[in-house]
């Protein structure tokens, strides 16, 4: 009887045991906790990443395409208003909006510090030649919003070799010649603020809006 328990005694684990088995799966667990919250994390990132570029690029696309189709200067004009990191542009160009042939087509930005939404506008109305107060002054009813954050709007003209004329800036915002492109830049941020990307595209002026 007295050698049974001599044995029972053996087998049994001692609290140091016990609290160096516990703390051991304790880190165990804690690790893998990190690894699965950092998995998910990352997971998490890619896939607004991934949305930001798919409705980022679709933007830029449109841009470039519009921009393409700008009436020359006879017609109407190209404007950039150049505010930090936040710019502004607009030209005529043909559109599909209302049904109008050429219409005034604007991008800018609408917020408070550096959290502002895309916008676009087109106005059918009024000179072409005339270019419009942007943002103030448009009819609600003629913007519409991508539902997108921006960190950053930069617009740009590439300089056209042999030839040199400054990009207006300040209140002298249109250009008395035509430039050969447009470079186009966009910093995006998702609403959670978990992913932001940055996307460049350009356009070329064929002046081609007749």
């Known amino acids: 009887m007295s050698h049974h328990r001599r044995c029972a005694s053996r087998t049994a684990f001692t609290l140091v045991e016990l609290l160096v088995a516990v703390g051991l799966t304790s880190i165990m667990l804690w690790g893998l906790l990190q690894l699965f919250t950092s998995a998910t994390r990352f997971s998490t990132t890619v896939a607004a990443e991934s949305e930001l570029c798919a409705a980022g690029r679709a933007i830029l696309d449109r841009m470039s395409r519009e921009l393409s189709r700008a009436a020359n200067f006879d017609v109407g004009y190209i404007a950039i208003k150049n505010n930090g990191d936040f710019d502004q542009i607009q030209f005529v160009a043909p559109v599909a909006d209302g049904?109008?042939?050429?219409?005034?087509?604007?991008?800018?930005?609408?917020?408070?510090?550096?959290?502002?939404?895309?916008?676009?506008?087109?106005?059918?109305?009024?000179?072409?030649?005339?270019?419009?107060?942007?943002?103030?002054?448009?009819?609600?009813?003629?913007?519409?919003?991508?539902?997108?954050?921006?960190?950053?709007?930069?617009?740009?003209?590439?300089?056209?070799?042999?030839?040199?004329?400054?990009?207006?800036?300040?209140?002298?915002?249109?250009?008395?010649?035509?430039?050969?492109?447009?470079?186009?830049q966009l910093v995006l941020r998702d609403p959670k603020k978990q992913a932001s990307i940055v996307l460049q595209s350009s356009a070329t002026l064929f002046a081609g809006g007749l």
């Open 99 to 184: 049904g109008a042939t050429l219409a005034h087509v604007g991008y800018y930005t609408e917020g408070v510090g550096a959290s502002r939404v895309l916008k676009r506008y087109v106005i059918t109305s009024g000179s072409l030649k005339t270019v419009p107060t942007i943002p103030s002054g448009i009819p609600s009813n003629k913007t519409a919003s991508f539902g997108l954050e921006a960190e950053a709007f930069n617009i740009r003209y590439i300089e056209p070799p042999g030839r040199d004329f400054q990009q207006p800036v300040g209140e002298k915002d249109t250009f008395d010649s035509m430039p050969t492109a447009i470079w186009l």
